[in-house]
């Protein structure tokens, strides 16, 4: 094996850790989150969800898992901003505002 394999082998172990190590940390990051009582239960955070983390709980109030990602989507996807993440709110995002749409 010469040097420049060994370089990117170590590169891709480096990698590899540093992606796992953020995944375990994400899933605590979700119980991080909460609702307030501006929420109008629509659905729009479990539905744009991509680890189904978010749910209903029996009385129809939204609860966070410990699957989550980070993505933030369902801060950015609150027709009601009434997601906060360590009790602060983020500002959103407008997606249109960046794609140009055809």
């Keep these: 094996m010469n040097k420049n394999e060994n370089k990117e082998i170590t590169s891709i172990f480096k990698i590899d850790f540093f992606a ?3 995944n375990f940390i994400a899933k605590f990051i979700g119980k ?5 009582n501006s929420c109008i239960k629509c659905g729009k955070c ?6 189904a983390n978010i749910r209903y709980d029996k009385n129809k109030n939204i609860k966070f898992g410990n699957d989550c990602m980070a993505c933030m989507r369902c801060i950015h996807n609150c027709p009601k901003h009434s997601i906060s993440y360590n009790n602060k709110k ?13």
């Design 32 to 36: 991080s989150f909460s609702v307030d």
């Design 20 to 22: 796992k190590l953020f």
């Design 90 to 102: 983020y500002d959103q995002y407008d997606l249109n505002q960046y794609i140009k749409i055809k």
């Design 46 to 51: 479990i539905k744009n969800c991509p680890k």
